[in-house]
């Protein structure tokens, strides 16, 4: 083992966590420039070790988007808390696959142990199953290949063993406003993604529970907990209600919004949300865990076991069901240990902090722009804030000014036909200075 290696390696990603706040944000031309030092033809000959790390750090540093800065508002990432990282570099010298218990044992326990948690710190119904996977596109996969078993299952048909083919026909709800994700998925586990009953939303993105189709025949519905513009959340316990007592499965994609649960000020946006059968959330979002992490819930075992057991002459096969025998994967990265090292580093209360601090930022944000003339978009309710200025071409000038700023990065969308920005508080690293400087970077390119 070339200690010297990790050393360096450690020496240098220290370093450049240390320079995030000073790196800008979106990298300059010359830094994008500089990737050509990757693009080669496959090397015959091999490269000392030690020259390939530099390569990778002094090429390919600066070409990042340092999305774990405090003024990084794009998309919805959140930066890896130092804790996270911490545990992932451990993680990874560990080298474990996770697939079985028997494949390591210390992996198993984290699993079990962090799975636990987060049912009781999102309010998940008690026995809901966890599994990590990669992240809320394959966690809505995977629920959604569940739900699309038990409910053909409890129609006569097996699925698992005979395909859809011949299947009989249920009904797939889903708002219009729902993720780009939850489409790719529908198509992914054989639904379709256009042969759905597409519900209305409202001027937020929220479902509108009064442009639900009749409860009756056999009815899979899938909601959204933060709306990927708006951060809104769909009526949970309104569409619950209209499908009680008639044959339907629920699923939630709540990548980021889920975290709602974790805080008393906004739990009430997910109220009825444990009346679901299923839930997506991301790790690597606002808990702030590094990628690939995410979990995919299913409130019974016996729904996770139909669509994800597998069975091999050498594969443990009892009553456990390992991660294996829970999700997509075989093998897999030792994820969970990060989410419990995140966990027990902040704590219940700690989570409850993170989640209100980034939701205080982007209120702040919200206000201090609209205070500047800014129009905003939505009710911020959660962490996200969309703001135009006069005309989509002013807003258009006004993204590319911002990307070109180096001091702060926040992206583009559409909302009710309208060029926006989309600011997203996800990140732990985010002060109060921040959101006062970019409310000023903001206000002084609008001006210009
Ligand atoms: C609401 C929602 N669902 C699903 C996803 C997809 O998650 P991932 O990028 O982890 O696959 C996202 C990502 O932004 C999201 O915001």
């Not at 075989?330 to 993170?354: C, D, F, I, P, Y």
Request: net charge negative.
């Amino acid at each position: 083992m070339d200690e010297d290696l990790l050393a360096t390696a450690a020496a240098r990603a220290i370093a450049y966590t240390r320079e995030r706040n000073e790196r800008p944000v979106f990298p300059d031309g010359e830094a994008v420039s500089g990737l050509s030092a990757f693009v080669e033809p496959l090397p015959t000959t091999g490269t000392d070790p030690h020259d390939v790390l530099a390569l990778l750090d002094s090429a390919g540093s600066p070409g990042t988007v340092v999305s774990g800065a405090g003024q990084y508002f794009g998309f919805v990432t959140g930066g890896t808390l130092p804790v996270g990282l911490a545990a992932s570099w451990l993680v990874t010298a560990w080298d474990q696959n996770a697939a079985l218990g028997v494949m390591s044992p210390t992996a198993g326990v984290l699993d079990t142990v962090a799975g636990a948690w987060l049912v009781r710190l999102l309010g998940l119904p008690t026995g809901t199953q966890h599994t990590f996977v990669s992240g809320t596109s394959s966690a809505n996969a995977a629920c959604l290949a569940t739900a699309r078993d038990r409910l053909l299952h409890d129609m006569g048909h097996d699925s698992v063993e005979d395909g859809v083919f011949g299947a009989p026909p249920f009904r797939v709800v889903v708002s219009e406003a729902a993720h780009s994700s939850v489409v790719k998925a529908l198509g992914v586990v054989g639904l379709g993604r256009s042969a759905v009953v597409s519900v209305e939303a409202d001027e937020q993105g929220r479902l509108r529970a009064d442009a639900l189709p009749p409860a009756g025949e056999p009815t899979l519905v899938v909601l959204q907990a933060g709306n990927v513009n708006s951060g809104a959340f769909d009526p949970f316990d309104e569409v619950a209600e209209h499908f009680a007592g008639t044959p339907h499965w629920i699923h939630i994609d709540g990548a980021f919004g889920l975290w709602a649960a974790a805080s008393a000020d906004r739990r009430p946006l997910t109220t009825g949300m444990d009346r679901a059968h299923s839930w997506a959330v991301d790790m690597h979002k606002w808990l702030n865990v590094s990628y690939d992490s995410a979990v995919a819930f299913v409130r019974e075992s016996a729904d996770v076991a139909r669509t994800f057991r597998v069975g091999a002459s050498y594969l443990p096969n009892g009553a456990h069901l390992d991660p294996v025998h829970r999700g997509p994967d075989m093998s897999q990265r030792a994820r969970a240990a990060e989410t419990w090292a995140v966990l027990k580093s902040l704590g219940a209360e700690g989570v409850e902090e993170l989640i209100d601090r980034c939701c205080r930022h982007a209120r702040a944000l919200g206000e201090g722009l609209a205070a500047a003339g800014f129009r905003v978009h939505n009710d911020v309710v959660l962490n996200q804030v969309m703001v135009s200025l006069g005309t989509d071409e002013e807003t258009e000038r006004l993204l590319n000014d911002v990307a070109r700023s180096g001091t702060m990065w926040a992206g583009g969308s559409e909302f009710n036909g309208v060029r926006v920005m989309r600011l997203s508080v996800s990140g732990w690293a985010t002060t109060d200075d921040d959101i006062e400087e970019s409310i000023a970077t903001l206000t002084a390119l609008a001006g210009g």
